[in-house]
């Protein structure tokens, strides 16, 4: 990208908060936002709107702040949603979607899917899958996790690209704006 992707502006709030904003407007017991590269800067964005977690290890890739995400949960919650932070484009409505058919099929691994392609949110039962994701090397990611188990995988069919574009380009940070437009 060539800048901090998080904190571009995007509607008047930066990348980061608008995706906080977002999940605040649907029932989500906590929101955890893992921090890493310029994690100040973005805590005091975010301000009291999200709890906020270090990932001293962020150089390492994602899956080192899946792992940061899923050891600051509470033992006893029952799912971690994993939302990107250069998603801003994310409607509550696909969010809304996602977290009711994880709420109620007892699947334990939930993800929407667009022309045949996955994308975020994905949310993961981590009672049952917790220690699964713990026991990966993330050289693949979540992906030996979320492709394993497919008797216990819910696919949530979406007309809705937004589930796979992020904000890794300059290119793809004007694309948002425009479409926001």
């Known amino acids: 990208m060539g800048r901090f992707k998080q904190l571009l502006p995007f509607g008047g709030r930066a990348v980061v908060q608008t995706v906080v904003d977002m999940l605040h407007s649907l029932e989500i017991e906590e929101i955890v936002v893992v921090v890493g590269h310029r994690a100040d800067e973005v805590r005091k964005v975010l301000a009291d709107s999200a709890r906020c977690v270090e990932n001293p ?4 890739g ?3 702040s899946v792992l940061a995400g899923l050891n ?19 409607r509550v409505s696909v969010v809304k979607t996602v ?16 022309l045949g392609k996955r994308g975020h949110p994905v949310i993961i ?3 049952r899958y917790g220690e699964a994701i713990r026991a990966l090397d993330g050289a693949q990611g979540l992906k030996p996790l979320v492709r394993g188990y497919p008797e216990d995988t819910e696919i ?9 574009r992020d904000l890794d380009t300059p290119e793809d940070y004007e694309r948002e704006l425009r479409l926001r437009e």
Do not use: H, N, W
């Open 57 to 60: 290890g962020y150089a390492d």
């Open 62 to 64: 994602m899956f080192s």
């Open 72 to 90: 600051a949960l509470d033992p006893k919650v029952d799912g971690m949603m994993l939302l990107l932070g250069d998603q801003p484009q994310i």
């Open 99 to 114: 977290l009711d058919r994880f709420c109620s099929t007892g699947k334990g691994i939930v993800l929407p899917e667009v």
């Open 125 to 127: 039962d981590v009672q």
């Open 156 to 164: 949530v069919k979406i007309d809705d690209e937004s589930i796979l």
